[in-house]
């Protein structure tokens, strides 16, 4: 059993930045690939961004260039640093364990001035 739990969602105007972080409990972080979801109102929950066990990372592309993703395998937690934030980017994120079935409760984010 896995619990992730994310942080760092808030309200930003356009062009600004924030970081999102997720925090794995239990064992076994870096053996796990890792994503990030959103979901919209509206809209179905889709990946942003990946990040497997070797730091390889990939990316939807209306983020790319914008945001980055990374791991930090000694403190079990995984960050989005997102750039340059649109009114498009307003969503819920979630992170997940990639191939499992483990879900954070998610982080709301509002890019709007």
């Known amino acids: 059993q896995v619990r992730l739990v994310e942080s760092g969602g808030g309200l930003v105007q356009p062009g600004g930045s924030l970081r999102l972080s997720c925090t794995a409990s239990g064992s076994g972080f870096s053996g796990y690939t890792m994503a990030w979801y959103r979901q919209s109102p509206g809209n179905r929950r889709h990946v942003v961004a990946r990040i497997d066990t070797n730091g390889r990372a990939e990316y939807r592309d209306p983020v790319e260039g914008r945001f980055a993703i990374s791991r930090d395998n000694a403190k079990n937690t995984m960050y989005l640093q997102m750039n340059d934030l649109k009114p498009e980017d307003t969503a819920t994120y979630y992170c997940?364990?990639?191939?499992?079935?483990?879900w954070g409760q998610g982080t709301h984010v509002t890019v709007s001035s």
């Open positions: 997940k364990v990639e191939f499992e079935n483990y």
